[in-house]
T-cell receptor
Framework: DTGVSQDPRHKITKRGQNVTFRCDPISEHNRLYWYRQTLGQGPEFLTYFQNEAQLEKSRLLSDRFSAERPKGSFSTLEIQRTEQGDSAMYLC?????????????FGPGTRLTVL | GIQVEQSPPDLILQEGANSTLRCNFSDSVNNLQWFHQNPWGQLINLFYIPSGTKQNGRLSATTVATERYSLLYISSSQTTDSGVYFCVSRPAGNNRKLIWGLGTSLAVNP
């Protein structure tokens, strides 16, 4: 399967712990996006990479959040000192280059529960 | 910033019925997509349709960019069509941030 994959699918952690999520985009896609989705809402943009460069970062992304894409392939999203308000679905998407290939393809998401 | 409004917010259909979902956007866009999020949370890209009409099986979409709206048609609905349908746009320019509507929650009953 050449779709977007995310790991883990579910994560339960205690408040104050650090968590890291991984996203593997579609192999030929150079753009990668992270979103957060809470119940009953649409996805909220967190950050965007073109190759290894992080080009945009939402104000939603506090100092406790950091994302990397070191080799322009997979990406990681780390949340430090988790809070209960961080509980959400974290979605990754990727897209190709150019206007006609700007369609974003989403992974299955990582559901985070902070106790 | 650009606003994306979807209607209706909720919809219940009997299997086999047809429906039309609407998306209004407040400013010029150069990227308009429709997504379906199934009950398990997976987002599926249905259409990339900044203008014109496209059809894919029982689904079709039309965007009239000059009038700033898009329509998603579902014909002969099936229970597997249940979920939330999102209209997503990106403002004209080089901003890669997508603007999401609140979605239409569809339930198709057998």
């Amino acid at each position: 399967d050449t779709g977007v994959s995310q790991d883990p699918r579910h994560k339960i952690t205690k408040r104050g712990q650090n968590v890291t999520f991984r996203c593997d985009p579609i192999s030929e896609h150079n753009r990668l996006y992270w979103y957060r989705q809470t119940l009953g809402q649409g996805p909220e943009f967190l950050t965007y990479f073109q190759n290894e460069a992080q080009l945009e970062k939402s104000r939603l992304l506090s100092d406790r959040f950091s994302a990397e894409r070191p080799k322009g392939s997979f990406s990681t999203l780390e949340i430090q000192r988790t809070e209960q308000g961080d509980s959400a679905m974290y979605l990754c998407a990727s897209s190709g280059q150019g206007a006609t290939t700007d369609t974003q393809y989403f992974g299955p998401g990582t559901r985070l529960t902070v106790l | 910033g650009i606003q994306v409004e979807q209607s209706p917010p909720d919809l219940i259909l009997q299997e086999g019925a047809n429906s039309t979902l609407r998306c209004n956007f407040s400013d010029s866009v150069n990227n308009l997509q429709w997504f379906h999020q199934n009950p398990w949370g997976q987002l599926i890209n249905l259409f990339y349709i900044p203008s014109g009409t496209k059809q894919n099986g029982r689904l079709s979409a039309t965007t009239v960019a000059t009038e700033r709206y898009s329509l998603l048609y579902i014909s002969s609905s099936q229970t597997t069509d249940s979920g939330v349908y999102f209209c997503v746009s990106r403002p004209a320019g080089n901003n890669r941030k997508l603007i999401w509507g609140l979605g239409t929650s569809l339930a198709v009953n057998p």
